[in-house]
Each structure stands twice: as structure tokens, then as C-alpha cells.
């Protein structure tokens, strides 16, 4: 066990970073991370922050000295430079399972070796896959980056052959993957936890709901039947053992004609488990520091039922935001990333209302939501 005093590092310095610096200093460890942003939410926090590139050697040789173990914050940081790491320093999860993450050609795959349902795609690498890949799902498809997409960014809707080749030179005519358009009934996603020794403990579902490809609002629990639910789980719990993985893991999952398809996995917290930051007896990011550091797991039992909403540069078109429609709510928890530019689909902050209900909870959002609303478009 790495014990509280130690140091930690984080590749990447984003939100999700950052709450995992407050949760780990929080348990008495010191961090350092690695970003090249010299303003990055994550670094301003930190013990110590190395300003470098995510490949710079120097850097990561720096990293693995100061550091006892060392975790990701998002997927994009390349094996590489994991692989560089793990030889001189623990890191999980490990180089491997990262590169299936980060590369949605070798996910794909590694869902279907793993025996799980997911959305009906094809592999493209030319301009000659698109039209019988496009004829082969039905005229309506989604066209993804094989790598470095996020948010909804690197990926575009596409009915016909003219768009779907306009969005492949779009993208650099790089590697991608084309999956067929589904019908949402509804999304989930699985957060859980996997220790050094295999043990897992899994959230309760989340059910989430995007707009414009970026998360606005997760619920937990999801209200989806429990035979939906339970099945998520198992698959997810079945991808963290096959991966061998050690950290936080989340698995979305798109609910479509009452069919249950495994959408993607993310290799770190993800932006649905937030809730467990205030509905949850353990949030997802202290159990990544008690996976990393080889502590036993926190107990994820539900606290009470919550809804999250993200908060975007959009809401900052107008000025600063009036904080007061949610601190004015006893039972919201307002969550600011420190982010400075306020960019339109930029993930600044969350807030979670808590309620004994569900219903109370998704009531509670949706008023924090009028209120800026009746000021006029989200002020
Ligand atoms: N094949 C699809 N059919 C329907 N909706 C999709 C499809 N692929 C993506 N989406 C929508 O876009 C969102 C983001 O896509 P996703 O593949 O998860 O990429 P990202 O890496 O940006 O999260 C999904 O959560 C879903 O709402
Ligand atoms: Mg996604």
C-alpha cells in the first residue's frame, strides 16, 4: 500500500484532474502534475506542477521520480509515453488497456473479442470503405475519429455518401470508425472501481442524457429497468477484468429498441460519475487515489438520489453566470473547475441537487434551470 504522505502524479491537468488533486490531498497525499498548460486547473493545485509536453522524456522521467505511482486524467495521454513511465514507475491503469481506450478501431474490437453488444460499425481507412460501409448500416450513420475525439468533437452525422466523404477529409482522412445512427431510448453509463488485487466496487447505473454531443445532465439512479441495469453492470465488471485494470473505469451504454449496446469505455472517472461527489458514500475520484495507491475500495452505496448538470462556456455568453439561482437552493452543490476562458461546449463547472426522490432531485435541477432562464438564456 501507498500509504497517505506519498506522492502521486497525474498526466493531465483538466477537471478531472483537479478532482482527483482535492481528493488525493484531501487523504494526505501530495501530487504532481504533468500539463503543458501553465494555467491548468490541475496544476494550480498540485504539490508541484511540470510544465511539459505529455512526451517530453525529461519530463516524464521527472514524473516517474518524484512520484510513487502515477494515473492518467484522460485517455489521450499517448501508451507511449505510459509505457516510458511504467518502466521506472507503477501506473494504472496500465499502457495497454489505455491504448484500447484511446483508439476506437481497437475498442470496437475488444468489445466484440469480449462477447458484448455494441452499436453496428465499420472499420474505415479510405475513401473506398465509406459507401458500402454507409449501404451496409443503413444510410444513417455516425462518422468517428478513430483517436483524440471528445465531447462530440472528431465526429459528425452523415445520410449520404456526398456528406459521409465531406466528414472523412474533414477529419484529416484518418482512421475512423462508421456506426449506424441508433434511436436513443435512453444512455447509462457503469463507474466503478478495480483494485491492484481485482476487487471492484460499482456505482449504481447512471442514466445521462447529452445535448449536442456533450453530457448535460446525469441522474442516478438510472431509471431504467433493473434487468437493463444489471446487465451493464456485468459487462462492465467483465471489461475492467478482461483489461486486467486497476483504477476507476467507465462504460456508456446506449439503451436503443430495448436493446442494451455497450457505446465506449473510459479509462479514468468519468464526467457522469460526479454525482458521486455529493450522492455517494465514496466519490469516484477518491477511489481512484485507493486503487492507485493500492488502498482498499470506499463503499459506493447511494446517499441519496441526485441530478447533476453540467455547466458550459455557453452560460457565460452574456457575463459571469448568476451563481445565485443555485446557491439560493439548500440542496444544490455548486462545483467550479477555476477554468479561466469560458468557451461555447467548454466544461466549466457541474451542479448536483440532491432530493429523497429522484423526482425531487430532477425537480430541484429543472427549477436551478428556469431561474437562469427567466434572466434571459441560461444567465
Ligand atoms: N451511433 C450513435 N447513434 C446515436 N447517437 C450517438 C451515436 N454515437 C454517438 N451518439 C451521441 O453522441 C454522444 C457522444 O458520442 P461518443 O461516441 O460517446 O463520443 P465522445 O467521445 O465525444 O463522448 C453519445 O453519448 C450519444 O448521445
Ligand atoms: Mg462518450
Redesign the pocket.
Known amino acids: 500500500m501507498i500509504l497517505p504522505g506519498a506522492t502521486l502524479g497525474v498526466v493531465g491537468g483538466g477537471q478531472l484532474g483537479r478532482m482527483f488533486v482535492i481528493a488525493a490531498q484531501r487523504l494526505g497525499y501530495r501530487v504532481v502534475v504533468l500539463d503543458p498548460d501553465p494555467d491548468s486547473p490541475a496544476g494550480r493545485l498540485a504539490e508541484v506542477h511540470l510544465e511539459a509536453d505529455y512526451v517530453d522524456r525529461q519530463a516524464l522521467d521527472e514524473l516517474a521520480r518524484l512520484c510513487a505511482v502515477v494515473t492518467i486524467e484522460f485517455e489521450n495521454v499517448p501508451a507511449e509515453s505510459l509505457e516510458h513511465l511504467a518502466r521506472t514507475c507503477p501506473v494504472r491503469p496500465g499502457a495497454a488497456a489505455v491504448a484500447i481506450a484511446q483508439d476506437?478501431i481497437r475498442e470496437k474490437r475488444f468489445l466484440v473479442e469480449c462477447g458484448l453488444a455494441c452499436?453496428p460499425?465499420s472499420v474505415v481507412h479510405d475513401r473506398g470503405d465509406l459507401s458500402c460501409a454507409l449501404a451496409r448500416l443503413g444510410g444513417s450513420?455516425?462518422l468517428?475519429r478513430a483517436r483524440l475525439?471528445?465531447?462530440?468533437?472528431?465526429?459528425a452525422?452523415v445520410r449520404s455518401i456526398a456528406e459521409a466523404l465531406a466528414a472523412f477529409e474533414s477529419f484529416g482522412s484518418e482512421p475512423c470508425v462508421l456506426?449506424?445512427?441508433?434511436?436513443?431510448q435512453t444512455?447509462i453509463s457503469v463507474v466503478l472501481a478495480r483494485g491492484v488485487d481485482g476487487a471492484t466496487v460499482v456505482y449504481p447505473a447512471i442514466e445521462?442524457?447529452?445535448r449536442r454531443?456533450?453530457?448535460d445532465t446525469s441522474l442516478i439512479p438510472a431509471r431504467a429497468p433493473q434487468a437493463v441495469t444489471c446487465v451493464a453492470v456485468d459487462a462492465a465488471v467483465r471489461i475492467a477484468g478482461a483489461l486486467d485494470y486497476v483504477g476507476v473505469l467507465a462504460v456508456?451504454f446506449?439503451v436503443?429498441n430495448g436493446k442494451l449496446l455497450v457505446?465506449?469505455i473510459?479509462p479514468r472517472p468519468h464526467n457522469s460519475g460526479h454525482v458521486t461527489l455529493d450522492a455517494c458514500v465514496t466519490s469516484q475520484f477518491e477511489q481512484q487515489v485507493r486503487a492507485l495507491c493500492g488502498l482498499p475500495l470506499g463503499d459506493p452505496a447511494l446517499l441519496c438520489p441526485a441530478a447533476m448538470t453540467n455547466l458550459l462556456g455557453d452560460l457565460w455568453t452574456r457575463g459571469v453566470p448568476r451563481w445565485e439561482a443555485i446557491l439560493r437552493e439548500p440542496r444544490a452543490k455548486l462545483h467550479l473547475y477555476g477554468k479561466r476562458a469560458a468557451r461555447p461546449g467548454r466544461k466549466m463547472g457541474h451542479f448536483t441537487c440532491l432530493g429523497d426522490t429522484l423526482d425531487e432531485a430532477r425537480a430541484r435541477a429543472l427549477r436551478v434551470r428556469q431561474m437562469w432562464w427567466s434572466n434571459g438564456e441560461g444567465r
Open positions: 476506437r452499436v460499425f450513420a455516425v468517428k475525439g471528445y465531447d462530440g468533437k472528431g465526429q452525422r456506426e449506424k445512427l441508433c434511436v436513443l444512455e445521462n442524457r447529452h454531443g456533450i453530457l456508456e446506449f436503443s457505446n465506449e473510459a
